[in-house]
């Protein structure tokens, strides 16, 4: 009587161990961010920041086409072109705006702005701030504006500024030597 022995296995070729796949991902965590630029015929980018310890969004804009420049470390930024979008304060919408392209700086939360800005209070005051170029700076919670700037509500206007600061909705407005921030 002959008797076989059989063995069967299974191979792992090319499929690695749990103790490579801990120091795969360890490499991929310490490694450094790579970007990719996306362009966009239209679409909407998001702002954040941290605020009281948690993740908020500070503006949103929609965008006709744009240049984003995106990292595996999850920064977005870059140029956009036919916008139009909304600045949050506290969570609340605080104004509106409108401009001809804007810039998002990677890794903050500032958005510039430039080309017939007009920036919109939500407020029941109704203020309009319209300049050639602004900056929101979402950590600060203010705009800094330059150029032609013109401030109107409904009881006044006032022309002939060259550079000033406003809050998120536009209920504090003064030049950078009277502006203080509470935050």
Known sequence: MILALVVVGCSTKGMPLPEEQIADAEKAKNAEPTSRTITSGGGSLDGYDIVDGKRAKVWTVAFDSAALDYSTDQQFGGSMKGVRGTVYDDGKTASTFV???????????????????????????KA???????????????????????????????????????????????TPDMFVTKK
């Open 128 to 174: 309009k701030l319209y300049c050639g170029e602004i900056v929101y700076n979402g950590a600060k919670g203010e705009y800094e504006a330059r150029e032609g700037i013109e401030l109107s509500e409904p009881s006044y206007v006032m022309t002939g500024l060259e550079h000033v600061i406003a809050n998120a909705d536009l209920t504090v407005v003064a």
């Open 99 to 125: 401009a001809t392209e804007a810039v998002a700086d990677k890794g903050s939360s500032v958005l510039k702005l430039a080309g017939g800005v007009t920036i919109t209070a939500t407020s029941p005051r």
